[in-house]
C-alpha cells in the first residue's frame, strides 16, 4: 500500500522557501544541489515569482508521487459481492445479504497517522490508516460498528480491521443520539460472536484487506489529483 509521507510535504514546502530565497540579489551563480533535478534555468530561478516557485514544486511533487506507485485514473478493485460509489473523498460499498442491507462508508478525510518507528522517527515515513464504519440494516433497525486499522499490538496484521465501538439503532432514531458502546469492554464470548457475525456477511479477513489496499490506492489517488487541481488553480 501507498501511504502519503509527510516528509514529502516539508520537503515541498522547503523547496518553495529555497526558489522563493533565490530572487534576492548576491546569490551565487549556482543552483543548490537539492535543486538539480529542477527544469530551470539559473537566470528564470533568479526571477521566480512566489506563484511560480509554488508551480514547479508542486510540479516536482506531481513527478515525484506518479512516479513511485502507477498512477491510475480511476482506481478499480473492490470487496466481492459489494457495489461501490464514490463521494468525493467518501468511499461507499454496499450489497444486500438476505432481508439485510450492508452498507461501508469509508472517509479519506478521516485517516489517522500511525506513530513511526521509535527507534528511526525521522527516516521511517508515517502511515496513514483509514477509519471506517459498518451498518447492517433491517426493518427492525440497523447496528453500526466503528472500525479502523490502528495497530493495537505487535501481533495485529496491519490489513485486519480492529472494532472500536457499536451502536444498535431503532427505526427512525437518529443515529448521532444512539448508545454507543466501547467494543472492547464486551465480554470476550459477546466480542468474538460478534466477529463471528460479520464473517458471515462476508466482512472477515478478505474483505478487511481488500478494503485497506482499496483505501490506499484512492488516498494515492486523490492526493495526486489534489497537486493537480492546486497547480492548475495557481497557473
Aim: glycine share 4%; with cysteine; charged share 25%.
Amino acid at each position: 500500500p501507498v501511504y502519503r509521507k509527510q516528509w514529502y510535504q516539508r520537503r515541498v514546502r522547503g523547496l518553495a522557501n529555497k526558489l522563493c530565497r533565490l530572487s534576492k540579489p548576491n546569490v551565487p551563480n549556482m543552483i543548490p544541489a537539492t535543486l538539480r533535478h529542477s527544469v530551470a534555468t539559473i537566470p528564470q530561478v533568479r526571477h521566480m515569482s512566489n506563484d511560480s516557485a509554488l508551480m514547479s514544486a508542486l510540479n516536482n511533487e506531481i513527478l515525484h508521487e506518479e512516479g513511485a506507485v502507477s498512477y491510475d485514473s480511476a482506481p478499480s478493485g473492490e470487496p466481492s459481492d459489494f457495489t461501490r460509489s464514490v463521494k468525493g473523498a467518501t468511499i461507499i460499498l454496499q450489497k444486500q445479504f438476505d432481508n439485510e442491507t450492508i452498507r461501508v462508508e469509508l472517509d479519506l478525510n478521516n485517516n489517522t497517522e500511525l506513530a513511526p518507528a521509535e527507534d528511526d522517527p525521522e527516516e521511517t515515513p508515517p502511515q496513514y490508516l483509514p477509519s471506517f464504519k459498518i451498518e447492517i440494516s433491517k426493518p427492525q433497525g440497523k447496528l453500526v460498528f466503528n472500525c479502523n486499522y490502528h495497530m493495537t499490538t505487535e501481533e495485529q496484521n496491519l490489513d485486519q480491521f480492529v472494532i472500536s465501538e457499536v451502536a444498535f439503532v431503532a427505526p427512525g432514531e437518529d443515529e448521532n443520539m444512539a448508545f454507543t458502546t466501547d467494543f472492547g469492554n464486551l465480554d470476550y464470548v459477546l466480542i468474538e460472536e460478534f466477529e463471528n457475525y460479520l464473517t458471515r456477511r462476508g466482512l472477515g479477513a478478505e474483505f478487511s484487506s481488500t478494503l485497506f489496499e482499496m483505501s490506499a490506492a484512492f488516498e494515492h489517488h486523490n492526493y495526486v489529483d489534489f497537486l493537480k487541481n492546486v497547480r492548475d488553480f495557481a497557473n
